[in-house]
């Protein structure tokens, strides 16, 4: 398995820049997301790194190999993407075993060697070396595809194409495994089984893996690290705890999670505990900051809802509920405090009931929970 470092890539587009200084450096086995929203460039460094586009400028290394160079089929890079890319009129077995064939084939007349392959295969009369097979069968067991290697991809679920096209990539043992968005067309429910799935396998086969989304719980919940990505630059790397407990911007909060933001100015300190004054209010927090305006950052969870006040707290606000949302296992209360609406979250318990519209709580924040930028 290959590590993958990415060192001041650009791309441009017709003159228009759409990467600008991308410096990845990600490390043997690791699972590494790039996250951003639509059109901030991560399909495009991911075809970048499989060799699909050529960079402006930069250099991008597979292990100490420098892989500019060399074509996509010389990377040794697997390939899943959002849309599958399956052989529709071929059943999952051929689908998996065909670019194991084609690699084979390589060599002399191998137009005339494809064209008898794909009769052999129109007429059901494929015979595979017994290595392909095996390594067929062992990774369609592995994928837990055994049952569905006769049939056709047209007529599997959305998760089992994709399990197919997993598959289709491994077989091929690459160094290093690119997904793009591959879970982006399942619903709900499959998406989570989907994400574990994928999880379980990239740990099982200590794979370097780099995972396009704009799914922020997705990258939080599967990589070991992230890459936040907006407008063509890389703004913050970091373990997901990191990247919700210290964003770097306020965009990093408030892609990567919720947060309360909300614009302070710095006042003097205060038994060694930054003083933001907010409206009519003032907030104190641990953290520091070396300019007047900052903004100041809450986590919904960080918020305690109280109805009385039954603890002291550095910071404490009197407020009205506006709204509740109940999520299941917590509820989420709009909260109107002076001129700003807080979103508070609170474990949800049951037989208590939810704090209707117009209550009047108080809001309590510990200086700890209550971050600078
Ligand atoms: N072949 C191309 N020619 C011109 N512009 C392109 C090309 N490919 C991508 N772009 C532009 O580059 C920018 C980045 O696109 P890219 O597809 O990398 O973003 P993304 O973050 O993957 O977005 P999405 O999540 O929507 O796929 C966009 O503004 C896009 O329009």
């Given at each position: ?15 228009v820049t759409v990467l600008q200084n991308i410096n990845l450096d990600i490390k043997e086995g690791e699972f590494f997301a790039l996250l951003g929203p639509s059109g901030c460039g991560k399909t495009t460094t991911m075809r970048c790194i499989a060799g699909f586009e ?96 006769k049939k056709l991809t047209s007529a599997l679920s959305g998760g089992q194409q994709q399990r197919v096209a997993l598959a289709r990539a ?204």
């Open positions: 398995m290959g590590s993958v470092v990415v060192e001041k890539l650009t791309k441009d587009f017709s003159g050529k960079p402006t400028s930069g250099v991008i290394r597979i292990g100490e190999k420098v892989i500019n160079g060399l074509t996509p089929n010389q990377r040794n890079c697997g390939m899943v993407f959002q849309s599958y890319a399956l052989f529709p009129h071929m059943n999952v077995f051929d689908n998996v075993a065909y670019s194991l064939n084609v690699k084979r084939l390589k060599g002399s007349n191998v137009l005339k060697k494809m064209a008898t392959y794909t009769r052999m295969l129109n007429s059901r009369l494929v015979k595979y070396p017994k290595d392909i097979e095996k390594k067929v069968r062992d990774i369609l067991e592995y994928v837990e595809l055994t049952e569905h290697a491994l077989v091929m043992e690459p160094e290093v495994l690119l997904m793009d968005e591959p879970l982006s067309n399942l619903d709900q429910k499959l998406r989570h089984t989907m994400r574990n799935t994928i999880r379980k396998i990239q740990q099982d086969l200590k794979i370097t893996t780099i995972f396009v989304t704009h799914d922020q719980e997705e990258a939080m919940s599967m990589a070991d690290r992230v890459a936040v990505m907006n407008e063509g630059e890389i703004l913050q790397i970091g373990t997901p705890t990191d990247l919700y407990s210290n964003p770097r911007t306020p965009f990093i909060a408030d892609f990567v999670g919720t947060s309360n933001i909300i614009p302070g100015e710095m006042l003097d300190p205060e038994d060694g505990l930054s003083v933001i004054q907010i409206g009519n209010q003032v907030v104190k927090s641990v953290s520091t900051a070396d300019k007047k305006a900052v903004q100041v950052i809450i986590r919904p969870e960080n918020i305690n809802v109280l109805k009385e006040e039954s603890k002291e707290y550095d910071n404490s606000f009197e407020g009205e509920i506006l709204f509740a949302t109940y999520l299941g296992s917590i509820v989420r209360y709009d909260i109107k405090v002076g001129d700003y609406t807080l979103t508070a979250d609170t474990t949800y318990e049951s037989g208590k009931n939810i704090l209707k519209a117009g209550t009047s709580v108080k809001l309590g924040v510990s200086p700890e929970r209550v971050l600078l930028i």
